[in-house]
């Protein structure tokens, strides 16, 4: 059975109005909803759909060209989701740019789980990170990349931390967003009491700490916390945690956030006989 695909010939038409100046609504704000850009995305959007957790798609747009290399990927989703194609030439005037890609998705947000919810959740042996005041997408698209390829239960972010969902987040991301649990609120502080409340070695990950990464002693449940991009963690957030470093030859004072959380959680899980 053939996919059916409704062929979008004028940019203002009403039904693919979600897709239109996508750049712009990614910075105001999207009231539910969210774009997945490309095929890895649309494919992992259509895992969870049918998964039915709380990310679902809405409508699909893709390119005429590029109908053909997705339509397995389209096969999967069902009728209700409607699919729209279109000539290059239509699909720049809609997004505001050219979209070389030329697969886009709507996806809608249904009900997460508090950051509570969520911790009561996590497993008896777990390993989550946590981003406090992380401001720039492609870090945070990184982060949850890092996070999944090193099999992480969830990924926490506080209230100040960027949106996951945001487009490109989501596309660095490779669609681990729409994969692992997370959730975004709450204040950083009372993220890290709930977590020790709940049995977990609380590791903050700074320059200037006095224990290396790999003299961290395995814990049945651990917590990497990552700081925002340049200052890093608060303070009293490193003086209330034991900070740990990542060794590195002298000239740089850091690495970039997604780097060391990649770095840290390699390490964490290995400790953890998660990774051979």
Not at 234 to 260: C, E, H
């Amino acid at each position: 059975m053939v996919r059916a695909v409704t062929e979008i010939t004028d940019a203002d038409d009403e039904r693919i109005a979600p897709f239109s100046a996508i750049r712009e609504k990614d910075l105001v704000g999207r009231r539910g909803l969210f774009i997945a850009e490309g095929t890895v995305v649309l494919r992992v959007l259509a895992e969870a759909h049918r998964a039915g957790g709380p990310f679902s798609a809405d409508r699909i747009l893709v390119l005429e060209n590029r109908l053909a290399g997705v339509a397995d990927i389209l096969e999967t989703f069902p009728d209700d989701v409607p699919v729209f194609t279109c000539r290059s030439e239509v699909m720049n005037r809609i997004a505001g740019f050219d979209m070389h890609r030329g697969v886009l998705a709507l996806g809608r947000i249904g009900r997460q789980p508090t950051t509570a919810e969520l911790i009561a959740r996590l497993p008896d042996d777990a390993l989550v990170a946590v981003a406090i005041g992380l401001s720039n997408h492609d870090n945070a698209g990184g982060i949850f990349r890092n996070a999944t390829a090193f099999g992480a239960d969830a990924v926490l972010l506080d209230s100040t931390s960027c949106d996951p969902l945001y487009r490109k987040a989501l596309r660095v991301s490779v669609g681990s967003v729409l994969k692992m649990p997370w959730s975004r609120q709450g204040e950083a502080r009372d993220i890290l009491a709930e977590l020790a409340g709940a049995g977990f070695q609380v590791v903050t990950l700074s320059p200037s700490g006095e224990v290396p990464l790999h003299a961290v002693e395995r814990a049945r449940r651990t917590a990497l916390v990552l700081g925002t991009e340049g200052e890093g963690l608060p303070a009293d957030i490193l003086k209330s945690f034991r900070p740990v470093r990542i060794p590195q030859s002298p000239g740089l004072d850091s690495l970039n956030v997604s780097t060391a959380a990649g770095i840290a959680l390699y390490q964490l899980a290995l400790l953890k006989g998660r990774i051979a």
